[in-house]
């Protein structure tokens, strides 16, 4: 009879623990990759970005309605150039330790590391004034636009006009504690030293190629708008492994790229959430061709525009670019730069084979050349299998549709960026991310005349012109209007085959509300609520 | 035999000594640049190469590596920053070793089970039915079995996790698939050898000596059928724990058979480096114990080796 009375109070006793246990909150996303590195100025994986943008903060930030608000800062003033930013920081704000005050002197030190040549980092922009001579050793440090004014005031001077979007960016604009990143030296930002965090989580574990985990920062400026307790993160997840993990139960979260896995997941009564184009894919083209032969044709515009039309994006799509959105311009869907001039279309999006023929001859009768004489085009790829498949297909259009041979010419992920960096290139199938506000830093830079790169092979004035004006403009609507003649100058003169938008989609449980795209397409679950 | 043991050190380090020279070089023979990057600025790709020493010429390159090694420093990787290659491999290679021992135990067990069977009962329905299995276990390749396993015990039936690593219920799935070859492999090697021993004379003996069916399989068939087995586990233990890609990826098991294509991949030479010294020290000791034991359970061949020695 006691063992009786004791197991019911036993059972009594879980029973009552239970309900006192509250249920953990936690958002669980899986990525493709390990992210490699948390160090602000070496990290530039889509793992990483997502990590740095819950546990970095910014001097601006991004809130689900897409405005710029302060986030380390606590306001800023601008020059009318836009060129010269004075921040000022807001005082008592600390690290996850509650106890390393947060000042201008940490975000000071994270350009001068981020610049260091004796230390190179992968994420080293030259956007300050006089970065890129202090990086090449002909100017001191003091010289670069950068100043301390006080321990809570910094003042930035740009080569161009900035705007808001720019001071999200974490390997610029997020405060490094300088004692802390040289004690961890080599090992700072792996997972034996992980950065100390001043944004709404913190990394609680790091296991290699296994799992990220991070937890609420309890020294967060803004604890109310953090919701979930911890974001559970698995690494090096393949599409079919996250659909999988998904009809399991064991994701709130996933961001897809194949519309396939996309239908098995909304057929299963998943919620297709917002979607946003991180890529541009195509054939890359470089101007001054790989060859003295090839170049002859590819310098000439009518040559490349035969190329452009002569290609079926849709056919493309529905076969050998599964996961992509014919394109019909450069700028992509969700780019500030896209919807500042919607209703732009550049070209059709299947072939147009008569205009295609036009141009060709065209290009024949400025050149004093027959079409005999136009050498195999190469087009280079990576070997991987759906690559060469997507190559084919386009070879076999430009057959039919030009009478135009080429080569598929597959290579090692090394071998074709290194190609490509040195020019040796005639067609290169590759990708090109999008960026905010637009293409012109991150893409459309190389294809000036003064690059000091090989990389696309232009000399073109106009085009240099159209760059500089968008470039130079003083505020962000002027920006994207100067932009939209560069575009269309880049599309109208095909300066290189743009062929499809590489879409990601944001998928969720049925209810789960409270995580945004910020630009870029970073996700933020901040305040995801399940 | 210690002398015998000695001998066989001795050329264990001069085989690494080639494998480690002949890796470098071949390695450096691989076009293309490990800081290549559309993403990187030309400048600092050009500091990149110059503070990791790739700017020198190839021999500096290697004396320096080859220095280093000695010191047991197999570097840094390229491409993981802040992880040094023998971190790398300290925290993957367990992972990868557990998986695969858990997977070969079983599968031996099991392929030896079959082998034994099939020999007992050759040619009749067992002996066909079992040889099925271990034909479709050699057909059915990982990259099918795996999802589809996935599937069925993690989705549909929500058995076990669909991924992942770190309890024993995440690593049933991916040990069967890992072992399913070796299943195949062990019962058709077994059943081969054992068919061989029991032709021999001193079977005959055995049973002439009023020795049950049961003795003679245990004590003479098995054991005497195991010496071309245990010949071949040597490499097969080697290669099983240093992992696999294929599996390693299907399940999100963080071990080592990632960065085997991985650091080809991306050109990450010294991650390359360490893990073909690795892999190739550790296929060379496995092959070591083999001979050991090869001798303890062949007498005729611990006593060539005697002779061998004086």
Redesign the interface.
């Known amino acids: 009879m006691k063992k009786l009375i004791s197991l019911v109070l036993c059972f009594a006793l879980c029973a009552a623990l239970v309900p006192a246990v509250a249920e953990e909150n936690v958002v669980r996303i899986a990525y493709g990759y390990d992210p490699n590195t948390l160090d602000y100025g070496m990290s530039n994986l889509d793992t990483a970005n997502f990590i740095l943008t819950h546990i970095a903060e910014t001097l601006l930030v991004q809130d689900a309605s897409g405005a710029y608000v302060p986030g380390v800062a606590e306001s800023y003033e601008k020059s009318d150039d836009a060129r010269v930013w004075t921040f000022k920081i807001k005082q008592g704000l600390t690290y996850q330790d509650g106890e390393t005050p947060i000042t201008a002197e940490d975000l000071y030190y994270a350009v001068q590391r981020l610049l260091n040549p004796e230390d190179p980092k992968d994420n080293a922009t030259f956007g300050l004034v006089n970065a890129e001579e202090y990086y090449n050793g002909q100017v001191p440090f003091e010289e670069v636009g950068i100043k301390l004014i006080d321990d809570y005031t910094i003042e930035y001077t740009f080569v161009n006009p900035t705007y808001e979007s720019n001071f999200t960016s974490a390997c610029l604009f997020a405060p490094l504690e300088q004692a802390y990143v040289e004690a961890g030296g080599e090992i700072y930002g792996s997972s034996s030293y992980l950065p100390l965090a001043n944004g709404p989580y913190m990394v609680e574990e790091w296991l290699d190629d296994a799992s990220v985990t991070l937890v609420k920062n309890p020294a967060y400026q803004n604890p109310d708008i953090v919701k979930a307790d911890s974001i559970q993160i698995t690494l090096n997840a393949t599409g079919d492994v996250i659909v999988d993990m998904m009809l399991a139960g064991e994701l709130d979260i996933a961001d897809v790229l194949n519309p396939l896995q996309l239908q098995t997941l909304t057929d299963a009564g998943f919620v297709l959430g917002p979607s946003h184009s991180s890529t541009y894919q195509g054939m890359n083209l470089r101007g001054g061709g790989k060859s003295e032969e090839s170049g002859r044709f590819l310098s000439n515009a009518n040559f490349r525009k035969a190329i452009n039309v002569a290609l079926d994006r849709e056919a493309l799509a529905a076969s050998v670019m599964s996961g992509y959105t014919p394109a019909y311009r450069l700028s992509a869907p969700g780019e500030p730069a896209y919807t500042a001039n919607p209703d732009y279309r550049a070209w059709d999006t299947t072939a147009n084979v008569e205009l295609a023929n036009q141009y060709l001859n065209a290009a024949l009768e400025e050149l004093g050349a027959t079409k005999e004489e136009i050498p195999a085009i190469e087009l280079m790829c990576y070997e991987s299998q759906g690559a060469i498949d997507a190559l084919a297909a386009v070879q076999d259009q430009l057959r039919v549709n030009l009478g135009l041979e080429t080569v598929i010419a597959p290579c090692t992920i090394q071998v074709m960026i290194s190609n490509a960096m040195s020019g040796n290139y005639d067609l290169w199938w590759g990708g090109n991310e999008a960026s905010v506000p637009d293409a012109c830093e991150s893409y459309l830079d190389g294809f000036r005349s003064n690059s000091g790169s090989p990389l696309r092979g232009y000399a073109d004035a106009e085009f240099d012109a159209l760059y500089n004006a968008a470039v130079t403009s003083a505020t962000l609507d002027e920006r994207l209007a100067n932009f939209a003649k560069l575009e269309e100058y880049f599309c109208e003169n095909a300066m290189s085959i743009i062929l499809g938008w590489d879409m990601h989609y944001i998928v969720t449980a049925e209810g789960t509300t409270g995580y945004y795209l910020m630009d870029g397409g970073r996700l933020n679950v901040t305040g995801l609520n399940k | 035999m210690g002398k015998y043991v000695l001998n066989k050190v001795l050329i264990a380090i001069a085989t690494i000594f080639v494998l480690a020279t002949a890796t470098f070089f071949l390695m450096k023979l ?5 800081f ?9 790709q050009e ?2 190469r110059e ?1 990791y020493g790739l700017d020198q010429p190839v021999t500096v390159q290697y004396f320096r590596y080859m220095g280093n090694l000695l010191r047991g420093d197999l570097g ?1 990787s390229l ?5 040094s290659v023998v ?2 491999i300290r ?2 290679f367990p992972v990868s070793a557990v998986l695969g021992l858990t997977s070969l135990f079983f599968s031996v067990l099991i392929g030896l089970l079959f082998g034994i069977l099939c020999a007992q009962f050759r040619n009749r329905w067992p002996d066909y039915l079992l040889m099925l299995v271990a034909v479709l276990g050699i057909a059915l390749p990982s990259m099918v079995l795996g ?1 589809l396993m ?2 069925f015990f ?2 549909q039936l ?1 058995w076990l ?6 309890t024993v219920d995440k690593m049933i799935m991916p040990a069967i698939v890992l072992g399913l070859g070796t299943v195949a492999g062990e019962t058709r090697a077994m059943r081969a050898s054992m068919l061989g021993v029991m032709t021999q004379d001193y079977i005959t003996t055995a049973r002439a000596k009023g020795l049950n069916s049961a003795q003679v399989i245990l004590r003479h068939e098995v054991k005497n059928s195991l010496v071309p087995i245990v010949t071949g586990l040597g490499p097969g233990i080697a290669g099983i724990m240093m992992g696999s890609f294929v599996v390693e ?2 399940f ?3 071990g080592l058979g ?1 960065y085997f294509v991985d650091s080809i ?3 990450d030479y010294p991650l390359i480096m360490g893990l073909t010294i690795f892999y190739g020290a550790f296929l060379v000791t496995m092959n070591l114990l083999v001979d050991v034991v090869y001798g303890l359970l062949d007498p005729r061949i611990r006593e060539s080796g005697k002779k061998g020695g004086k």
């Open positions: 691989i076009p293309g640049d490990p290549a990057s559309l993403k990187t600025k030309a400048a600092v500091k990149q503070y840094w491409k993981k920053a802040g992880r971190d790398i925290e993957a999802p996935r599937y993690g989705v929500k996790p669909v991924v992942g690593w770190g990826s299907m999100l098991i963080p990632r991949t991306n050109l």
